[in-house]
């Protein structure tokens, strides 16, 4: 058995599955097996699975016959792994060198449920962003091992599942799958973070998260962004299946999704402008259903003042302010001169 399983769904990535493969297997740590879910591609993905199949035997191919989704495609390559820990890697993206013995290191000293990694986001440009998980302590030091309710601070890490390395045996026993539908991640990261009771960290920037423009849904206008509504009921369905499990995390778990809500409503290219009032009127809805009976902290700062415009579902204030931010905005950046932008990839080198 191998210590890590690594799942890679696979769909029209034809230009960048060589990439993704060539920095797995391109590491120098070897105890880990590839299992590859071709979502039924129709372009030349099927191929290239095939090439490095020949020459890779850790390499395993699951072939769909109809696409089923991201979420599916995890969810069959965890249903064939065989490994200790299940790592989900996007067919996209690419692991920095020294990776996988990192942090088969860290699962070996810590034996955690759940180890959460540094990762970076890549963009076209070559801009890299790094992000650590410094955030969790809140300045003070993380003990190796611990659980959510001790770190309430993990939900300051972004919820992907591609930083998360997992224990295969507690997945199984949480019963845990991905769900269909965009923001998939958030209900299934969320509640596996609550289940574990082993938790543990890395502060190595483990995943290199590229960036497309081209098809990301971050970039699409489309009515299906009120698929995360969706996503954050099923965490509130995990915790009220679980009463009285969850009294410290409950209220900043709330809070956290009106915040999610509206950075979505947020974003200029995401929902429809003839959709935002009654966006709006579903993140009222999600608030006011689940807002804890002993309340929740409310933020501080323009969050704060946008999160109590929602509590009284109150859109037409809610508009105006966002406009007003939004021109004041424009203002700021007319006058300001332009910052430089400094790069910083030493530790996202692409191997193969």
Same mark, same amino acid.
């Given at each position: 058995?191998?210590? &890590?399983?690594?799942?890679? /769904?696979?769909?029209?990535?034809? +230009?960048?599955?060589?990439?993704?493969?060539?920095?797995?297997?391109?590491?120098?740590?070897?105890?880990?097996?590839?299992?590859? #879910?071709?979502?039924?591609?129709?372009?030349?993905?099927?191929?290239?699975?095939?090439?490095?199949?020949?020459?890779?035997?850790?390499?395993?191919? #699951?072939?769909?016959?109809?696409?089923?989704?991201?979420?599916?495609?995890?969810?069959?390559?965890?249903?064939?792994?065989?490994?200790?820990?299940?790592?989900?890697?996007?067919?996209?993206?690419?692991?920095? +060198?020294?990776?996988?013995?990192?942090?088969?290191?860290?699962?070996?000293?810590?034996?955690?449920?759940? &180890?959460?990694?540094?990762?970076?986001?890549?963009?076209?440009?070559?801009?890299?962003?790094?992000?650590?998980?410094?955030? #969790?302590?809140?300045?003070?030091?993380?003990?190796?091992? %611990?659980? %959510?309710?001790?770190?309430?601070?993990?939900?300051?890490?972004?919820?992907?599942?591609?930083?998360?390395?997992?224990?295969?045996?507690?997945?199984?026993?949480?019963?845990?799958?991905?769900?269909?539908?965009?923001?998939?991640?958030?209900?299934?990261?969320? /509640?596996?973070?609550?289940?574990?009771?082993?938790?543990? &960290?890395?502060?190595?920037?483990?995943?290199?998260?590229?960036?497309?423009?081209?098809?990301?849904?971050?970039?699409?206008?489309?009515? *299906?962004?009120?698929?995360?509504?969706?996503?954050?009921? *099923?965490?509130?369905?995990?915790?009220?299946?679980?009463?009285?499990?969850?009294?410290?995390?409950?209220?900043?778990?709330?809070?956290?999704?009106?915040?999610?809500?509206?950075?979505?409503?947020?974003?200029?290219?995401?929902?429809?402008?003839?959709?935002?009032?009654?966006?709006?009127?579903?993140?009222?809805?999600?608030?006011?259903?689940?807002?804890? /009976?002993?309340?929740?902290?409310?933020?501080?700062?323009?969050?704060?003042?946008?999160?109590?415009?929602?509590?009284?579902?109150?859109?037409? %204030?809610?508009?105006?302010?966002?406009?007003?931010?939004?021109?004041?905005? *424009?203002?700021? *950046?007319?006058?300001? /001169?332009?910052?430089?932008?400094? &790069?910083?990839?030493?530790?996202?080198?692409?191997?193969?």
């Amino acid at each position: 058995m191998a210590l &890590l399983s690594l799942i890679v /769904p696979v769909y029209r990535v034809e +230009e960048y599955l060589a990439e993704c493969l060539d920095s797995i297997f391109g590491q120098s740590f070897t105890d880990f097996e590839v299992v590859a #879910v071709d979502d039924a591609s129709d372009d030349g993905s099927a191929k290239i699975l095939e090439w490095y199949a020949q020459r890779h035997p850790q390499l395993r191919i #699951v072939t769909l016959e109809r696409n089923g989704g991201l979420g599916n495609a995890r969810n069959v390559g965890i249903a064939h792994a065989t490994g200790t820990y299940v790592w989900c890697v996007d067919s996209d993206d690419w692991l920095p +060198e020294g990776t996988l013995a990192a942090v088969a290191e860290r699962l070996t000293a810590t034996s955690p449920d759940l &180890l959460v990694a540094g990762y970076a986001r890549v963009y076209p440009d070559g801009t890299v962003e790094h992000h650590t998980v410094e955030p #969790v302590g809140g300045g003070s030091p993380v003990p190796d091992v %611990f659980d %959510f309710a001790e770190q309430p601070g993990l939900l300051d890490i972004l919820w992907i599942a591609c930083n998360k390395v997992i224990r295969r045996e507690f997945l199984a026993r949480s019963g845990l799958t991905f769900g269909p539908g965009w923001y998939e991640d958030v209900a299934f990261i969320v /509640p596996l973070m609550l289940a574990a009771r082993r938790i543990s &960290l890395l502060d190595r920037y483990c995943y290199a998260y590229r960036q497309r423009p081209a098809g990301a849904i971050t970039q699409t206008v489309s009515a *299906r962004h009120f698929e995360v509504f969706d996503q954050w009921e *099923r965490v509130f369905a995990f915790m009220d299946a679980r009463p009285g499990e969850f009294p410290t995390l409950r209220p900043l778990i709330f809070q956290r999704a009106i915040w999610h809500c509206l950075q979505v409503m947020g974003h200029a290219r995401r929902v429809p402008r003839s959709m935002r009032r009654a966006y709006f009127a579903r993140t009222t809805e999600l608030y006011r259903r689940h807002l804890p /009976p002993g309340g929740a902290p409310m933020p501080g700062g323009n969050e704060g003042i946008k999160q109590r415009l929602v509590a009284a579902g109150a859109y037409p %204030f809610f508009e105006a302010l966002m406009l007003a931010w939004q021109t004041r905005g *424009r203002l700021v *950046r007319a006058v300001r /001169p332009p910052r430089p932008r400094t &790069l910083d990839a030493r530790s996202l080198v692409k191997t193969g």
